[in-house]
């Protein structure tokens, strides 16, 4: 094998098995900053010593196996290494994992980086860019362009990130009992994040990540099998496959958004379709789930008139009710608008124009424009186009909402509300408005 290719092989090998390399390595080291450049050395190893020898027949058990015998070595050499034995409870040599101290704790090592990456003691930000670079296997670059921003801002996001959880002595583990429940709603929220902001980006050129949005799915994959007891993680895993499912109809060959009422649901991903329906048999009734079974009436209709509203409407009640969101209201608005008519959608967005939290939300007035539109008070439709289009960073978003607020008429026939992201609220990134 060439030393091209033999380098791109061992990258490959390390990118898909990295997140549990570092995380085999974290129970030893009690560090996850410690355990990723670890797990870097025994990459560079790989590099140096497969030339020579060949790829080994299980190259991820290889590289795990050279970054623990780091870690052992590691530890070993420090002063402390009697405490950390007594600690640790069992020889370094074999690494067991330990038995554990409560009956609801659950012994895997991904879980533990996966709610290490995402304690609560770490901002929002911080605990996206540790998760896609921990469990993501993303490069620092790869971070950067995903969210638009610089390396630099990543690379000292990803370093402060790790200093604070060492600063806070945050545990490896999985915690138990309340406590492993407000830690998973942390992990919960950084998936769906990371998912949104591939399904619907922010700002930039593009409407969709696709990269980002499989990567979070694949995240929720992970999580499902290793707390399968957990209504809430089944409802965000079905969430977003529904919505997966729908990447390659929400835009055209020109990569402009297609609106939900003229997709071609043809394109819809079956596979994903039905991954989300099982996914939802095993869901609960918490916020993720209550998407999850808006998705799926979405996903049962073959055709847009097919949509039962009413239903949606309903669930976007209790979404509401459970969360007190403004956001879900506003979806709430367009499903209404969807089952009573756009009046009485109109009546309820006109009650959200005060919100704080929908200032400078480009959807409010894009909703508004909609059913004004399909009220037929052209002008004032146009004039919420325009204000919509200028509040939005997504290029692709902002030439949609132009382009409604040139042809808007008076005889304006129904269609469907919005360009397509909604943030902690209704469905990631969801067509409804």
Known sequence: MRTAQLSE??????????????????????????AEELAQDALVAALEQW?????????????????????IDLVRRKETYARKLAEVGRTLEDVPPPEPADPDDIDDDLLRLIFTA????????????????????????????????TEPTVAQRIVRAKRTLAKADVPFEVPCGADRAARLSSVLEVIYLIFNEGYSATAG????????????????????????????????????EFQAARIPARTGPDGAPVLLADQNRTKWNRMFLRRGAEAL????????????????HHARAFRYEDTDWPAIAALYGRLAALTGSPVVELNRAVALAMADGPAAGLALVDTLADEPALKGYHLLPSVRGDLLERLGRADEARTEFERAASLTRNERERELLRERAGRVTASAAPASAGTGRVTGAGAPGSDEP
């Open 118 to 149: 995402c304690h609560p003691v770490l901002s929002t930000q911080a605990r996206i860019a540790l998760t896609l670079r921990l469990l993501g296997g993303l490069t620092t670059a790869e971070i950067a362009r995903a969210f638009l921003t």
């Open 281 to 296: 048999r095993r869901a609960g009734h918490g916020p993720y789930s209550l998407q999850a079974a808006i998705a799926a």
């Open 9 to 34: 092989t061992v990258e490959t090998v390390f990118r898909i098995e990295s997140a549990r390399i570092v995380a085999s390595v974290a129970r030893i080291v009690r560090d996850v900053g410690i």
């Open 205 to 240: 050129d593009e409407l969709v990540r696709p990269a980002l949005c499989e990567d979070a799915l694949r995240l929720a994959r992970v999580l499902a099998g290793l707390v399968p007891e957990e209504p809430e993680v089944h409802g965000l895993a079905a969430l977003l």
């Open 51 to 71: 030339p020579r020898s060949g790829v080994p027949d299980r190259p991820g058990a290889w590289l795990t196996a050279a970054a623990r015998h780091r870690a």
